[in-house]
């Protein structure tokens, strides 16, 4: 079974730099996109930033400017870069595969918590 494993999480002040990582255990064949989600307590999971097989981003409101994913050499890794981090980013973030032409198939990560503190 695909298992995405996630890190680069951690506490980090205000304004501070961190860069998550994801990677696959396996191969996993057609990825139609990979993203990179995040979840507070009580709220829904929201989207961070997408990235399709064409390269494509595409980035929520919020972390514009800011977040920065990309892919790996390797085809099933994918990072994302977080600067000029705000308390309000403080959330478990969740790496997610879509994968699969006429079935697709979504994969989740574990989580991994970002604290940013004031």
């Known amino acids: 079974q695909v298992q995405l494993v996630e890190s680069g999480g951690g506490l980090v002040q205000a304004g501070g730099s961190l860069r998550l990582s994801c990677a696959a255990s396996?191969?996993?064949?057609?990825?139609?996109?990979m993203g990179w989600y995040r979840q507070t307590p009580g709220k829904q999971r929201e989207m961070v930033a997408i990235i399709t097989s064409g390269g494509m981003t595409n980035d929520a409101f919020s972390v514009k400017d800011r977040f920065t994913i990309s892919r790996g050499n390797a085809k099933n890794t994918v990072y994302l870069q977080m600067n000029s981090l705000k308390p309000e980013d403080t959330a478990v973030y969740y790496c997610n595969v879509n994968a699969g032409w006429d079935i697709r198939t979504n994969y989740w990560g574990q989580g991994t918590q970002v604290t940013v503190s004031s």
């Open positions: 396996e191969n996993i064949f057609s990825i139609n996109a």
